[in-house]
C-alpha cells in the first residue's frame, strides 16, 4: 500500500541504489527500523554525516524540547543563543577570533551561496574557483562550482568553470606520485594565477566528501593556501561534509595545517540532524565590506536567520562534541575500524584499498575487467547487498566508484566489530554473485582461458 502511494505521489531520489524501496519507520542511535523488517538496519552514512551522534540523540531530544519551549524564530532580532554559539565556534575554530564574526542560516548550500556572495563583495570580482571533482551544493549558483559529474543535466546547469586539481593523498591526478613536485601545484598556481583578474575566490572541500572522502596529498592545501594569497583570491573552506569533530578535529583543515582561511563554512551537522542550521564565519572585513543599506536584505537576510530554536540544539551539539575524549575516541575508533578493513580487504579482487581519517572513510573498488563490469555496478550490487543484510552503505565518486562511510560519531568497538563483520559477509556475497551473474550472462570481455565473463581470483 505505502510504496503504490510513494510510486504515485513522490519524486524518486537515488533510483539507481533503489534506496526508496525501503521506508524508514523509526531510528535510534546507530539502528534505522524499516517497514516490513522487524530486525533494524546498521546505519554506517547517517545522512552523509548530517546526523551527528546517532539518530534521535536522548540529549538532543532533551534540547528540542527544552529549546521549542522557550523560542522559536526571532527574524531579524538577535538573541542569546546565537550570541553563544558565535562565540564558541570562534572559540574552537582554527583562527585568530578577534578578525572574525559569525553568520548563521539554514542548509549547507544556502549558506555556501553567501560566501560566494560575500567574496563577490569584497573583492569587486565574479568568478568562483574549485577543484576537479568538487561538490559545493545544489542552489544554481553552485552548480558551477560542483563538478558536472554530481549535476543533472549539467550540459544546460553549469557554464564555464575555472577547476583547479586535487591532489589526492595516494594517486597525482596527473599520473605521478603525490608530492611537493608533481605538478598539480604548479598547474594550479598557473590556472589561478590566469584568472586572478576575474576571480574572487576559490571554494575547498578538504576532503573531497561526494567524490568518495578522498584525502589531500600531504602539504597540498597549505600550499594552494598561499597560492591564493599570492595571487589575491580568498581562500574559502567548504567544511559542510567533513567537519565537526569528523576526522578528530573540530574543523577538518587542522589536520592538514591551514590556518585563518578567509571564510569558513561550517558542517551540516550542527544542527544535529533536527534542524538544517549552518554558519559561516569569515573575516569581519569581509563582512564589513557589505553595504548596511537598511533595504538591502539578501547576504544578511533569510527568515530562518539566526533561528533562536536552531542555535540552541547547535550548542547542546557542541557541548556533546566537546566533552572531554569524544574527538579522541572518534581518531581512535576511526583508525581500529580503518584498519580492519583494510585487514578485511587487504587482498581482494574488487577491493583496491581502505582510506580514511576518523571517521570519514572510503574504500575504492576496482574491476578486473572494466567492460565487462563497472565500478560503480559493483558499488551498486554491494550497496544493494548491504540492504539485504541490513547494513546502510553508500557509493559516492566521479562515477559512484568508491564506497563511502560516515558513521555516527559515538559509534564504539562493539558496533564496529559487528559493522565489519557485516561489511565482511556483503562484500563476500556480492562479490560471489557478481561472479555468478558475470559467468551465466556473459557482459563482454574474455576470461584469460577464453571463457566469456569475469575470472575472480581469490574472492573472499
Ligand atoms: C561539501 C559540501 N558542500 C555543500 C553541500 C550542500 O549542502 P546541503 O545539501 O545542505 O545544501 C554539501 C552537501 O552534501 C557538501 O557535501
Request: aromatic fraction near 8%; include cysteine; hydrophobic fraction near 40%.
Amino acid at each position: 500500500m505505502i510504496s503504490a502511494q510513494f510510486d504515485r505521489n513522490c519524486c524518486k531520489i537515488d533510483r539507481s541504489l533503489r534506496y526508496g524501496e525501503y521506508f524508514m519507520e523509526r531510528a535510534f542511535g546507530e539502528w534505522v527500523w524499516f517497514k516490513g523488517h522487524p530486525q533494524p538496519f546498521l546505519d554506517l552514512v547517517m545522512s552523509h554525516g548530517a546526523v551527528p551522534f546517532g539518530h534521535c540523540h536522548p540529549r538532543l531530544v532533551e534540547a528540542l524540547k527544552r529549546e521549542a519551549e522557550l523560542v522559536d524564530n526571532n527574524y531579524p532580532f538577535p538573541n542569546k543563543n546565537q550570541v553563544e554559539l558565535a562565540e564558541r565556534l570562534l572559540s574552537v575554530a582554527p583562527l585568530e577570533q578577534d578578525e572574525y564574526e559569525v553568520l548563521i542560516n539554514i542548509s549547507g548550500s544556502f549558506v555556501v551561496d553567501k560566501a560566494i556572495e560575500l567574496s563577490r563583495i569584497v573583492t569587486g570580482k565574479a568568478a568562483i574557483a574549485s577543484f576537479d571533482k568538487a561538490f559545493h551544493g545544489s542552489t544554481l549558483s553552485l552548480l558551477p562550482a560542483t563538478d558536472a559529474c554530481f549535476v543533472d543535466h549539467s550540459e544546460l546547469m553549469t557554464e564555464a568553470s575555472i577547476k583547479i586539481p586535487f591532489c589526492e593523498e595516494s594517486r597525482c591526478p596527473q599520473g605521478s606520485p603525490s608530492s611537493r613536485t608533481c605538478g598539480c601545484l604548479e598547474t594550479s598556481e598557473r590556472i589561478i594565477k590566469a584568472n586572478q583578474s576575474s576571480l574572487a575566490a576559490l571554494l575547498v572541500e578538504p576532503i573531497q566528501g561526494s567524490a568518495g572522502n578522498i584525502l589531500p596529498a600531504s602539504g597540498y592545501l597549505r600550499a594552494i593556501q598561499e597560492i591564493c594569497e599570492r595571487h589575491n583570491v580568498l581562500f574559502v573552506v567548504d567544511d559542510l561534509q567533513v567537519g565537526l569533530g569528523r576526522t578528530g578535529r573540530v574543523f577538518s583543515i587542522e589536520n592538514f595545517g591551514v590556518e585563518n582561511p578567509d571564510i569558513i563554512v561550517t558542517h551540516k551537522g550542527l544542527g544535529g540532524g533536527f534542524y538544517p542550521l549552518v554558519a559561516l564565519i569569515a573575516r569581519k572585513s569581509i563582512f564589513s565590506a557589505v553595504s548596511r543599506n537598511p533595504l538591502n536584505a539578501t547576504v544578511f537576510g533569510g527568515a530562518f536567520l539566526n533561528n533562536a530554536f536552531g542555535c540552541g540544539i547547535a550548542l547542546e551539539v557542541l557541548d556533546i562534541l566537546l566533552a572531554d575524549g569524544v574527538l579522541e575516541r572518534v581518531k581512535e575508533n576511526g583508525d581500529y575500524f580503518l584498519l580492519g578493513l583494510q585487514n578485511l580487504f587487504s587482498n581482494h579482487p574488487l577491493i583496491s584499498r581502505a582510506y580514511g581519517l576518523g571517521y570519514v572513510i572510503g574504500m575504492e573498488l576496482t574491476s578486473p575487467d572494466e567492460e565487462c563490469l563497472s565500478r560503480a555496478d559493483i558499488a551498486r550490487e554491494i550497496i544493494a547487498e548491504g540492504m539485504r543484510q541490513h547494513v546502510i552503505l553508500y557509493s559516492r565518486g566521479g562515477d559512484g566508484e568508491r564506497i563511502k562511510l560516515s558513521p555516527s560519531l559515538t559509534m564504539d568497538r562493539a558496533v564496529i566489530d559487528i559493522a565489519l563483520e557485516k561489511i565482511r559477509g556483503v562484500v563476500a556475497t556480492a562479490s560471489e554473485s557478481l561472479l555468478l551473474q558475470s559467468v551465466s550472462r556473459p557482459i563482454g570481455g574474455r576470461n584469460r582461458d577464453g571463457t566469456r565473463g569475469l575470472a575472480f581470483a581469490g574472492s573472499s
